[in-house]
């Protein structure tokens, strides 16, 4: 199946494939033209980076230095990082990052998913 932007169609699957390669992909039944998704891949922060770490509430940002302060790996003597693990991001239309979208049913059967990249 094509669709009308000569995009082939693809499965969920693929596009969980794809995202994981780095790749943006979307819907043709989406109705806000110029939505699309990525994969915010995972990473890690050294702890002494964190008080700059905007991302994170003062408030976390605090507890986390306070938890870990002069802390290091209890086997390794290496510094202490904090993890964030990889999550989907919807780009809207409008150009804001959604963090965290989850596929509903219909989107994880649905066959009318294009590969933007």
Request: aromatic residues 12%; charged residues 20%.
């Amino acid at each position: 199946m094509e669709s009308t932007f000569n995009f082939p169609t693809v499965t969920y699957a693929q596009v969980l494939e794809a995202v994981a390669k780095g790749l943006c992909v979307a819907r043709l039944s989406w109705n806000c033209a110029g939505n699309y998704l990525f994969m915010r891949p995972a990473d890690e922060i050294p702890v002494r980076y964190i008080s700059r770490a905007s991302s994170l509430p003062a408030s976390v940002r605090r507890y986390l230095e306070k938890r870990t302060k002069g802390e290091t790996h209890r086997h390794t003597g290496e510094e202490i990082t904090i993890s964030f693990g990889a999550y989907l991001c919807l780009v809207t239309a409008d150009l804001r990052i959604v963090n965290g979208w989850a596929p509903s049913q219909e989107d994880m059967f649905a066959t009318d998913w294009i590969i933007l990249d």
